[in-house]
């Protein structure tokens, strides 16, 4: 470490940055596992990369590099030849700029006085050495791996030869489809059979790309080195498997894998969503709520006892929100307790059931043993039956902070599906602190951001819509909409020329006052108890979108097909 522990604590714990518990519990954690402090400060989410190896630099009298916003994209054989990559590899170093009297080195270790000087000599040029995180090295030093892509095609073309055997080049190819995936941040990897060929598609940013195909014939080989990994029937292809596996990603960090396999016509597809598995931090305020929807939030979870629900589509982020909530209440006074189908991701302090059908481990007869566990708090991940909704409502009445999720397409919907899963409305009125419904956006890549305004096109589609240009002009405060001035990226190296990086949500947040309840018990539709809550000042999702496309987070155009005008 360039500082030490003790140091960093300083640093940290001193200024606010992080608060002493959690950095007493991780530098434990740290010490029980192979990693070092400063990174699994990054990994829980403590602390920003940048921030931390920014500070630390500064600490030891050292110039900070940030590779990522650095040319990393251009380095080329010529500089890459100056370390071989077995050294590069063991000094954690590599040169990111030269020219004809002096070399630039990113490190993890600027205070390596011997390795400098052998290099200094053997270049014959000054080393101006260069501090880099971790995880910024490691991101480096793949450059020596040459293009993934590259080596996948390689081997596809090698098992193509090959009638028999090659078993070692199907290992090899999920093993790279895999390493590929988690570089490119993708959260799910789609191999698909077609007539001919089958296709490999990464989900990135909520977008599908395809990034390689195969001849059919292989797909089968493919499928059963998956199957095998997964723990699943490989003699079994007419019906459908659900699996999982964790595989070590290259530069440190392990990641679980979902695995989904189902018959089709063409063959057998596969689905496989990646999560990482070791202690991930989720932090409420990192979730993109607007301040009045995060007092909302922050006052019900606040409460002793009720139910807070998250709503929207499969793949909307409610996990993540509830996850970050539990984050924000975990404390060692408190016991929390969750019952889940899966559980997506561990979380520290937490006590994290899934479920197991065969052995009758399901969210009702998880939920009784869960309430005998005496909780304070309790997270059902999904509610989607009659016996569930009861058990959660009275939960949440008998003193239990409840978290939960719903399919239901706005926050006021909530109140009649519960209606419809047979809850009496006097029981939903009395337990619900707050619902929030959400949708994820992608979000403008900052490297590359710029303003524009509307132009004749936009301008005429939004002339038919009629609700999303009044929020436009309320918000913005202009009465000509030509005047509006929005945000889009133009496309660079660090977003791969989409314009977006990373996704955010837009949310409605409608709190349970005394109105809404009286509302409820008289079973009232969405649409009445959606207006009162507006009157009441709730802000729609497609309002907080308008709002965080006005702010340069995302674009119109997200917000358009993501919420309803």
Known sequence: MLISEEKLKELLVDPGHIKESDFDMTQKEALGKDITLERLLVEKGLIRDENLGRMMADEAGYDYIDLKKANIAEIGPDLLDIIPEVVAYSQKAIAFEADSETIKVATTRPDNYPFFKLLEKKTEKVVEPYYATPFDMDQALKKYRGDLMAEMQRLIKELEKSKLGGE?????????????????????????????????????????????????????????????MSKLRTDEKAAAQDGRFAFDAAGGGQVDVRVSIMPTTEGENVVMRLLMQRGRRFSIDELGLLDNDMKKLKAAANKPYGM??????????????????????????????????????????????????????????????????????????????????????????????????????????????????????????????????????????????????????????????????????????????????????????????????????????????????????????????????????????????????????????????????
């Open 168 to 228: 070692e080049n199907v290992v090899e190819l999920v093993n790279l489809i895999m390493e590929y995936s988690h570089s490119n941040l993708a959260s799910d990897v789609h191999i698909e059979p077609l007539t001919e060929f089958a296709i490999i598609r990464f989900r990135i940013d909520g977008i599908l790309h395809k990034v390689a195909e195969y001849p059919k014939k292989l797909h089968d080989r493919i499928v059963s080195r998956i199957k095998i």
């Open 308 to 565: 807070i629900i998250v709503v929207g589509p499969t793949g909307s982020g409610k996990t993540t929100t509830l996850y970050s909530v539990l984050q924000m209440l975990a404390e060692p006074e408190v016991n929390i307790m969750t019952i889940e189908d899966p559980t997506e991701y561990n979380v520290e302090g937490v006590q994290q059931t899934q479920v197991n059908p065969a052995k009758n481990l399901t969210f009702p007869t998880g939920l009784r043993s869960i309430v005998r566990q005496d909780p304070d708090i309790i997270m059902v991940g999904e509610i989607r039956d009659e016996e569930t909704v009861d058990m959660a409502l009275n939960s949440a009445m008998t003193g239990h902070l409840v978290l939960s999720t719903m399919h239901a397409n706005d926050a006021a919907t909530t109140f009649p599906r519960f209606l419809e899963m047979g809850a009496e409305p006097f029981l939903v009125a009395s337990s619900l602190n707050v619902s929030i419904a959400q949708r994820l956006v992608r979000k403008i890549c900052e490297e590359c951001r710029e303003s524009h305004l509307l132009s004749e096109e936009e301008l005429e589609i939004l002339s038919e819509e009629k609700r999303l240009s009044e929020l436009i002009k309320e918000i913005s405060g202009e009465e000509d909409l030509k005047e509006v001035r929005f945000y889009r990226g133009a496309g660079c190296k660090f977003c791969n020329d989409t314009g977006y990086e990373g996704r955010t949500a837009i949310f409605e947040v409608l709190e349970v006052t005394e109105a809404i309840r009286n509302l409820i018990v008289q079973k009232e539709s969405s649409d009445i108890i959606r207006r009162k809550a507006i009157d009441e000042g709730m802000s729609t999702m497609l309002h907080d979108g308008v709002s965080k496309a006005l702010m340069g987070v995302t674009t119109l155009e997200e917000i358009r097909k993501s919420a309803k005008a």
